[in-house]
């Protein structure tokens, strides 16, 4: 199995892409430690995580406290001994108004969750993997970092500061081998695009099959990437099958953005 014997922390562990992570980590061997600020969530996926013969503990914990971010990886370790790798999903919906006619403190709140509470995850978990001699460390971007969506300036300038510190990160950690990698998804197929495509089918008056016409036709695939493949793609990025990789931000949009 892909992540055999491995313990995974996956802090910002929504309904969406969070449980696909879990569910699939689980499935290839990793005791999973699921987190978001609220009790509710992460505890129905370690739930479906153990029923389906997994190993998984969950936790309240608000990325946007340090001590709170330090008491996640001591429960880790309590629990499963080790930190091998860990996955940052957490993001804010602070600041979705233009730039000029947003309050820059929102955009700040915004940039505190999104971006400052990886490096905040990253800083309590880099004592436990120098210890064991190496871990991983992948961060969750967005394809709106490198390409402009509109009224989302604040989610995407802080998407954008991940990638840069993905960078930066990955050359401090290399020498004590820590890989410290980004996964950049576009449109992922699951329940909240499904949602926000219907809300906007409803705004425009027409249906969601015609929203999603233009956006296919983007994508050389022909269709938008599951939340459950872009899970596959960061357990990736997780694995010691990306043992050689770090530093790099990989694009998982069915090919709508290619990388030079």
């Not at 992570?21 to 430690?33: D, P």
């Not at 403190?105 to 400052?116: D, G, K, P, S, Y």
């Not at 510190?165 to 890989?179: D, K, M, S, W």
């Amino acid at each position: 199995m892909l992540l055999s014997g491995k313990v995974l922390i996956i802090a910002g562990a929504g309904p969406g892409l969070g449980r696909r992570l879990a569910m699939l980590g689980a499935k290839e061997g990793a005791r999973i430690v699921v987190a978001t600020q609220f009790r509710e969530g992460p505890e129905q996926t370690a739930a479906e995580v153990r029923a389906s013969g997994g190993q998984a503990i969950a936790r309240v914990a608000d990325i946007g406290s340090a001590s709170d971010c330090r008491g996640l990886a001591e429960a880790t370790l309590e629990e499963f001994g080790r930190i091998d790798g860990l996955i940052n999903c957490a993001f804010s919906t602070e600041a979705t108004g233009p730039f000029g006619e947003t309050a820059l403190e929102q955009w700040m709140a915004n940039f505190n969750i999104t971006c400052l509470g990886a490096l905040r995850m990253a800083e309590a978990v880099v004592a436990s993997m120098k210890a064991r001699g190496g871990g991983a460390i992948v961060n969750v971007s967005s394809m709106a970092a490198v390409q402009h969506v509109p009224e989302q300036s604040a989610y995407a300038i802080a998407k954008a500061a991940i990638e840069g510190a993905t960078r930066q990160l990955a050359a401090e950690l290399g020498p004590h081998n820590i890989r410290v990698n980004c996964a950049r998804p576009g449109w992922m197929w699951g329940a909240t695009t499904q949602a926000y495509l219907q809300m906007q089918a409803e705004a425009r008056h027409c249906t969601v099959e015609d929203m999603l016409t233009p956006i296919r036709a983007r994508i050389p695939l022909g269709r938008i990437p599951t939340d459950e493949e872009c899970a596959k793609a960061v357990l990736f990025l997780a694995s010691d099958y990306a043992s050689a990789l770090t530093g790099v931000t990989l694009d998982v949009n069915g090919g709508e953005r290619m990388s030079a």
